[in-house]
């Protein structure tokens, strides 16, 4: 194993787990991470990897809210459990148009859509648009302050919003975060169902490129391919823990208008930068 390689594989960790939960997508930080420090693997890994290591960082959702998700705690009265089943019933539904129109989009996404331009337009955009849903939100009464409230048609519009995050630089966190507080859910609200979207997701969207990987190279992974994996995730879930507690921290007291403006500054560094490359390959 080379040393040069598994730095680079703890920073993609750290990376992975800070950008996952806030709202400045992870994919899009991923995908300009590997243009500076590129990892010596296959272009196959590469899509496998910059997906999978996603489920260090939902483990970490698992972890912190349990109790929260678990249907079968025994310390829950039989109201607490039938809640639930009943907040997992709106996940479940939340997650069908994704899987209606992502799965058949996957690979034309991955083609088409993952370079630097592109993730540098939607950075800017959904930063300017963070800005101007919190500059309509200023000092809003949102009717739905905690995720048992929201009900099973607002969950479905969510996932509909979700939709926008299969293309790079979006921000899954961050435009489901946007389409709930449009539907009128609480920053805290909006975000805690995001987490709990965000398990069944990634789960399905891990399983989906492994199971390609296996098809497509008719092989299991290498031995170091699997330690890079199984690094990446650890090192993604430790962060992730401590990202998911700042977000939840920080928005008691704030609003998103900070990551607005992150997006906006780095995609127009990360412009400039794919410009003056491609004016220099030319």
């Known amino acids: 194993m080379n040393i040069i390689e598994f730095l680079k594989i703890v920073v993609f960790g750290i990376v992975e787990g800070f950008t996952e939960w806030l709202p400045i997508s992870s994919t899009g930080h ?5 243009e500076i420090i590129p990892l010596r693997v296959t272009e196959d890994f590469w899509n496998v990897f910059k997906v999978v290591i996603q489920l260090g960082a939902i483990l970490a959702v698992v972890v912190l809210y349990f109790r929260k998700l678990n249907p079968f705690s025994r310390t829950k009265t039989n109201r607490q459990r039938q809640d639930t089943i009943i ?35 939607m950075l800017i955009v959904y930063g300017i648009l963070f800005i ?11 009717p739905v302050q905690k995720v048992s409230q929201v009900d099973l048609r607002t969950a479905i519009y969510i996932g509909c919003f979700q939709l ?9 966190s961050g435009v489901t975060i946007i389409g709930a507080m449009l539907l009128g859910c609480s920053r ?9 979207l965000g398990i069944p997701v990634m789960f399905g969207a891990s399983l989906l490129k492994i199971v390609k990987f296996i098809f497509k190279s ?7 391919e699997v330690f890079y994996l199984v690094s990446a995730m650890v090192i993604a879930f430790i962060v992730s823990v401590y990202s998911i507690k700042f977000l939840m921290g920080y928005i008691k007291r704030n609003d998103f208008k900070l990551f607005g403006y992150y997006r906006i ?6 412009l400039a ?3 003056m490359a491609s004016l220099m390959a030319a």
């Not at 008719?218 to 170091?224: A, D, I, L, P, V």
């Open 87 to 121: 907040l997992w019933i709106k996940i479940a539904a939340a997650c069908v148009p994704v899987v209606l129109v992502g799965l058949p989009l996957d690979d034309w996404m991955d083609a088409h859509l993952h370079n630097g331009f592109v993730v540098a337009a």
């Open 218 to 224: 008719q092989e299991m992974f290498s031995g170091t």
């Open 132 to 142: 101007m849903v919190e500059n309509r939100n200023h000092e809003m009464d949102f």
């Open 273 to 275: 930068y794919f410009t």
């Open 30 to 34: 991923m995908i300009l991470l590997e």
């Open 188 to 196: 805290a609200a909006s975000a805690e169902f995001t987490f709990f």
């Open 265 to 270: 500054i780095l995609g127009v560094i990360v």
């Open 164 to 172: 926008l995050a299969l293309v790079p630089g979006t921000s899954r």
